[in-house]
């Protein structure tokens, strides 16, 4: 599951691999963050912020990995109960 | 005839305090200058840079001692900042907040632990400004605890570059002292 967050509130939730594309707009500290829901993953599209490094981040999709732009406060987050990859080390 | 007189009796600095300080603000305007060229370099990852103008504040470190140092690195990231036009945004506060607290604790080790070389100090530099960069954007701007997922593969890259930078600047003082004898 893909979960979007502004500072400490949650604002939306949605499954990884949708059928259709999903164009979700974050309001942010300083303005909008589109963020894109696709079968390669999740990505943040559009940024209202100067340095756009979470556009330049590009696509996400395992259990675990983020997304954030940190001037506008919005944190993407996969989260899920299937085990990580990097986990295997450790048994 | 008095202002004449007047302005012999201005006490001049003498010519090594000058030459110190000349030094200095050379040293100060490449680490500027490296801090201007990693932000506008590609870089591997959003998060993570390579910490080239580091070189510079270890390199002063060496040779100029622990005060012009931390003034230095504070500096450049001011001067850095004017330049690159991210003044009092969060990337200033932080990479102003991760500078301070990287050398500090550069310094510490520097003083206190006994025969410590140049690329430990960078090493103990390098992680301390990765996990006070992460603490910084945790607490005042993204407050989710799963930022910290990204903190362990940052924390391996930043090993890396630490080495690096700190085999650089051991290299580059040992060539400087050859070449000031």
């Known amino acids: 599951m893909v979960h979007i967050y502004h500072g400490k509130s949650l604002l939306a939730t949605y499954p990884l691999h949708p059928k259709t594309p999903i164009h979700f707009e974050a309001q942010g500290d300083i303005g909008l ?5 696709d079968s390669e993953g999740v990505r943040i ?16 999709h395992r259990v675990g990995d983020i997304l954030a732009c940190v001037p506008n406060r919005i944190l ?10 990097l986990d295997a080390i450790s048994e | 005839m008095t202002t004449s007189q007047e302005s012999t009796q201005i006490p001049r600095p003498s ?22 060229f990693e932000a506008v370099m590609p870089s591997f990852g959003p998060w993570f840079k390579l910490g080239l103008a580091n070189i510079i504040t270890l390199i002063a470190l060496q040779s100029m001692g622990t005060k012009a ?23 200033f506060i932080i990479s102003l907040t991760a500078t ?20 430990g100090v960078s090493l103990m530099g390098a992680l301390a400004h990765m996990c006070s960069q992460f603490v910084v954007v945790e607490q005042l701007f ?13 924390l391996v890259l930043s090993c890396a570059t ?20």
């Open chain 1, 33 to 37: 963050v589109e963020i894109t829901i």
């Open chain 1, 45 to 60: 599209s559009h940024s209202s912020c100067a340095t756009k490094r979470c556009v330049l981040s590009g696509h996400r």
């Open chain 1, 76 to 85: 993407v987050s996969i989260q899920g109960t299937q085990k990580l990859a």
């Open chain 2, 15 to 36: 010519l090594v305090s000058l030459e110190k300080k000349a030094y200095w603000l050379g040293l100060l305007l490449l680490a500027s200058g490296l801090h201007v």
């Open chain 2, 69 to 91: 140092a931390a003034s230095l690195a504070i500096g450049r990231v001011v001067i850095g900042a004017f330049f690159i036009g991210t003044m009092f945004t969060p990337t």
């Open chain 2, 100 to 119: 301070l607290a990287s050398t500090s604790v550069m310094l510490i080790s520097w003083r206190f632990i006994p025969r410590i070389s140049l690329i």
């Open chain 2, 142 to 154: 993204i407050q989710q605890i799963a930022l910290y997922y990204l903190l362990p593969p940052l």
């Open chain 2, 162 to 181: 630490g080495w690096l930078n700190g085999a650089l600047a051991t290299y580059i003082t040992a060539q400087l002292t050859i070449r000031s004898r």
